[in-house]
């Protein structure tokens, strides 16, 4: 369950020592009325401010990988559509090569830092295997103008994946993550003497370790959320990008025009007039 992911262990053993630490203040007689204010300003709004980054990130990883799954179809449409229509192993041959493609691709988001050089080693020798393809095209009659184009898409290809791979090194800055998750973990135990004062002020101790169990659940919640959310191709969290190389590529699996184009090329290349008239004699 999601719940489960936000409200782990972590939350429990924090939430624990809070409750323990009010106990403690309430035996001890130890009350004061402390700003909650300063739990905003000193760790909501910071906390806040990484998880909106952290979330723009993944946004901007599902773009990137969008853009690149659009070069890759194109490059891959390239080789079937644009050579002779008797010359399948091209399409064949870009097939292979895509398909291989986004296997190395989640690879080398996925890998771990001590992996990712070969992977990403990889990618580059996906990328220069499609250049050298797209430049074969010119031998079976594709012009340079339009095997330039086709090397133009390889290009924006280049540069989503540039894109990718910076989101998945970088996180969010570390001095930050570091003051945040030490208030987020600290905070609700060091407020223990407020919620003994709450508790007073109500009349019953049930008041004081509410709010200390309240205290618990959202600051270190919060914290479960930026982490959640801090690598979008880790695989750990709901809301990673999903990296699935086969749904990725449908457009191989699906591609009723290609199969069309293999098993009736004149058929695949008329339009629907022309189809209707020659059902029609």
């Known amino acids: 369950m999601i719940w489960r992911r936000i409200f782990d262990l972590h939350v429990l053993a924090v939430a624990l020592l809070a409750l323990a630490a009010t106990w403690a203040c309430l035996r001890l007689d130890v009350r004061a009325d402390l700003p909650s204010?300063?739990?905003?300003i000193a760790v909501v709004f910071p906390t806040a401010f990484g998880i909106a980054a952290a979330h723009r990130r993944r946004e901007q990883a599902l773009e990137a990988l969008a853009n690149l799954r659009g070069v890759l179809a194109s490059i891959y449409y390239a080789h079937r559509d644009w050579s002779a229509p008797t010359d399948q192993p091209s399409a064949k041959r870009a097939?292979?090569?895509?398909?291989?493609?986004?296997?190395?691709?989640?690879?080398?988001?996925?890998?771990?830092?001590?992996?990712?050089?070969?992977a990403r080693a990889e990618v580059a020798r996906g990328f220069s295997d499609m250049s050298a393809s797209i430049e074969a095209l010119k031998t079976l009659g594709v012009?340079?103008?339009?095997?330039?184009?086709?090397?133009?898409?390889?290009?924006?290809?280049?540069?989503?994946?540039?894109?990718?791979r910076a989101i998945a090194d970088y996180r969010t800055a570390d001095s930050l993550r570091a003051y945040s998750k030490v208030f987020l973990n600290v905070l609700p135990v060091l407020f223990a003497p407020y919620y003994a004062h709450v508790a007073a002020e109500?009349?019953?101790?049930?008041?004081?370790?509410?709010?200390?169990?309240?205290?618990?659940?959202?600051?270190?919640?919060?914290?479960?959320?930026q982490d959640g959310l801090e690598n979008p191709f880790d695989g750990?969290?709901?809301?990673?990008?999903?990296?699935?190389?086969?749904?990725?590529?449908?457009?191989?699996?699906?591609?009723?025009?290609?199969?069309?184009?293999a098993d009736d090329p004149a058929s695949a290349i008329a339009s629907p007039l022309d189809k209707a008239a020659r059902t029609a004699t």
């Open 37 to 40: 204010e300063l739990i905003a």
């Open 95 to 118: 097939g292979a090569l895509v398909r291989r493609f986004g296997a190395a691709l989640a690879r080398a988001l996925r890998s771990p830092p001590l992996d990712r050089a070969a």
């Open 143 to 164: 012009s340079g103008s339009e095997t330039s184009r086709a090397q133009q898409f390889l290009n924006h290809g280049v540069r989503e994946f540039e894109r990718l």
């Open 202 to 225: 109500a009349g019953h101790a049930l008041f004081g370790y509410g709010v200390a169990l309240a205290f618990a659940l959202v600051l270190v919640g919060l914290d479960n959320v």
């Open 236 to 261: 750990l969290g709901v809301d990673d990008v999903r990296l699935d190389a086969a749904g990725d590529l449908a457009f191989l699996e699906d591609d009723a025009g290609g199969q069309a184009f």
